[in-house]
């Protein structure tokens, strides 16, 4: 059967990111694939960014993790949002390693015969993950019998290399880590950038980075940083649909629920096969598709399973047609960043919600 949509994930576009990265970091890279890696599908991204040379993967859940294990992946898998209360028994069976921000956790995980092993997940300024006021209590706990062997944090504004917090977080973290091993820990895998620093603040590298928007080849923040063209990174995910309907229309037509834009002349419109339900935002105003070389703005509210673009008065497209939703933009398309800008809100989001009615494919991208 055919698609009425796609998003078509590039695999050899996430291997160039991932060794572009590599080369800048120097150091290990761990390849973020939580939240269904981004959107673009967290087994055949896992798979292929192991293939790619990344050396270890990081999830946000144990579930995410386990399901990696479970479908190939060899190389070591770190799951940071490991409450008290998980499944730590699982972890250690499956060779995960957990982060662990809290003497809570750190308990449970003491009881158990079989540990799984440990990067202490330290707050150094973002207040949110991380230990901060339990600090003073871990370094006096007994952590002798626990198999430590990382110790991170996170950046709050590594996007914005000239803000003094990074500089803060820096120097924080180097103070953790001094105190952690005056009381005898001296775990071998500190890690604290994420794409932006691992991008424009080589000196956060320490042992290994974690990557995870710029290796599905879109930048961390578009204004701060530019582009993923100025970044030389290739988009991963390209969105396409179908066009359902096409009509012609006369000037003066209110389009949509709420009727909230009319047509300014007689205009052909498109009627796209995908909307809110499938991710593409409703709020998103100044965004559209691609079509035979040029831009089509979207028309009205955007619906459940479509939202209607203007094809200009001389279109020839047809039903049935492709349409690009975004793409890496090199051929004048609309981008995630312009989807993200359209809808006050950020490629991150955009990707990241591309709902599960969207088949993944597996492919190089096609106009
Ligand atoms: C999501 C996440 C990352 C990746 O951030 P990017 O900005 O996508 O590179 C890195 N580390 C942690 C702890 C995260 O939660």
Redesign the pocket.
Same mark, same amino acid.
């Given at each position: 059967m055919e698609h009425r949509a796609e998003a078509r994930i590039d695999l050899l576009a996430l291997a160039s990111n991932i060794s572009f990265l590599k080369s800048k970091a120097e150091v290990n890279l761990?390849a973020?694939v939580?939240?269904d890696a981004?959107g673009h599908g967290l087994i055949e991204i896992g798979l292929a960014a192991q293939k790619s040379g990344a050396d270890w993967l990081?999830v +946000?859940l144990l579930e995410e993790a386990i399901a990696l294990r479970t479908h190939g992946v060899r190389i070591p898998i770190l799951a940071?949002?490991v409450p008290p209360g998980s499944d730590f028994n699982s972890a250690a069976k499956h060779d995960i390693d957990v +982060?662990v921000a809290s003497i809570a956790a750190l308990e449970e995980i003491s009881k158990l015969q079989v540990k799984p092993r440990i990067h202490i997940?330290v707050d150094t300024g973002m207040t949110r993950?991380g230990f901060l006021d339990e600090w003073q209590e871990l370094l006096n706990s007994d952590l002798s019998k626990l198999d430590i062997v990382g110790i991170?944090s996170?950046f709050a504004r590594?996007?914005e290399p000239a803000e003094q917090q990074n500089v803060e977080q820096l120097e924080c973290f180097k103070v953790r880590v001094k105190e952690l091993a005056d009381v005898g820990i001296n775990p071998p895998i500190k890690h604290l950038?994420?794409? +932006?620093a691992?991008l424009v603040n080589h000196a956060a590298a320490f042992d290994m980075v974690?990557?995870?928007? +710029?290796? /599905?080849g879109l930048t961390?923040d578009l204004e701060n940083l530019g582009d993923s063209q100025k970044l030389s990174l290739k988009p991963v995910m390209q969105l396409r649909a179908k066009l359902h309907l096409v009509k012609k229309v006369q000037s003066g037509a209110p389009v949509g629920y709420g009727a909230t834009a009319k047509t300014t002349q007689d205009t052909t419109l498109g009627v796209v096969a995908m909307g809110y339900a499938d991710g593409i935002p409703r709020i998103a105003k100044d965004a559209g598709v691609f079509i035979d070389g040029k831009r089509a703005p979207i028309m009205g509210r955007v619906s459940m399973d479509q939202f209607v673009v203007d094809l200009g008065p001389n279109s020839t497209a047809k039903s049935g047609d492709w349409v690009v939703v975004f793409g890496d933009g090199s051929h004048g398309e609309y981008t995630a960043d312009d989807w993200g800008s359209a809808s006050l809100s950020i490629n /991150?989001e955009i990707v990241t919600r591309i709902g599960p009615r969207v088949p993944r494919i597996y492919a190089p991208h096609v106009y």
């Open positions: 761990l973020v939580k939240a981004y990081g +946000a940071w949002l +982060a997940e993950g991170f996170h590594a996007d950038s994420n794409s +932006a691992t974690r990557t995870g928007i +710029a290796m /599905y961390p /991150y």
